[in-house]
């Protein structure tokens, strides 16, 4: 329930915004939630997803954007108490619990200082909450990353964790970056 896209930060912020567009065209706003964590530098790119009724709470009191540290800590409040009551559920009742939140971090700076984010990559089990960070390193993802997509000029790759061909050709790409920033 945690992956990572890198890449060239042009294109990393383009397929992005693609997965958000094409995630809010097959399913509907009570199914499921968006959660936005991006810079205000990136404001521009990203402003269109404040129009989406994806990123509201069910009240339409709040919406699920944080550009800032303080709009950081509201989110983040929010969905604590979220995270609480879903520990709470049983694994077979989870699959009638909605909606499902997808967080799409854009902002290393702003997901470390969301306790939101540190409680979902703490957790084991998939309580229909998923991160999707988009930064341009392999090294700047969390290391709980089971999903990492690098973008390469027209293409890209699929790294899975838990495909062991696929995670020890991860495992060398991290130990050669690793001894390369070294």
């Not at 499902?100 to 470390?112: D, E, P, V």
């Given at each position: 329930h945690i992956s990572g896209v890198i890449g060239q930060r042009k294109q990393?912020?383009?397929?992005?915004?693609?997965?958000?567009?094409?995630?809010?065209?097959?399913?509907?706003?009570?199914?499921?939630?968006?959660?936005?964590?991006?810079?205000?530098?990136?404001?521009?790119?990203?402003?269109?997803?404040?129009?989406?009724?994806?990123?509201?709470?069910?009240?339409?009191?709040?919406?699920?954007?944080?550009?800032?540290t303080d709009e950081v800590k509201e989110v983040s409040a929010h969905f604590e108490r979220i995270i609480e009551n879903r520990e709470q559920i049983h694994d077979t009742d989870m699959e009638d619990v909605k909606p499902y939140y997808i967080f799409f971090s854009m902002s290393?700076?702003?997901?470390?200082?969301?306790?939101?984010?540190?409680?979902?990559?703490?957790?084991?089990?998939?309580?229909?909450?998923?991160?999707?960070?988009?930064?341009?390193?392999?090294?700047?993802?969390p290391k709980e990353c089971s999903m990492v997509v690098e973008l390469l000029g027209t293409g890209g790759k699929l790294f899975d964790k838990n495909d062991i061909f696929q995670a020890k050709s991860l495992s060398l790409c991290l130990i050669s970056i690793f001894h390369k920033t070294r």
């Amino acid at each position: 329930h945690i992956s990572g896209v890198i890449g060239q930060r042009k294109q990393v912020v383009e397929f992005a915004k693609g997965l958000i567009i094409q995630l809010a065209a097959l399913y509907s706003y009570d199914e499921v939630k968006f959660v936005f964590l991006f810079d205000k530098e990136e404001a521009e790119q990203f402003g269109f997803v404040k129009w989406l009724p994806h990123v509201w709470s069910d009240d339409n009191k709040f919406r699920f954007i944080a550009t800032n540290t303080d709009e950081v800590k509201e989110v983040s409040a929010h969905f604590e108490r979220i995270i609480e009551n879903r520990e709470q559920i049983h694994d077979t009742d989870m699959e009638d619990v909605k909606p499902y939140y997808i967080f799409f971090s854009m902002s290393k700076t702003l997901a470390a200082r969301a306790e939101m984010m540190k409680k979902l990559l703490a957790m084991k089990e998939n309580i229909h909450m998923s991160i999707v960070t988009f930064y341009d390193e392999l090294r700047s993802l969390p290391k709980e990353c089971s999903m990492v997509v690098e973008l390469l000029g027209t293409g890209g790759k699929l790294f899975d964790k838990n495909d062991i061909f696929q995670a020890k050709s991860l495992s060398l790409c991290l130990i050669s970056i690793f001894h390369k920033t070294r």
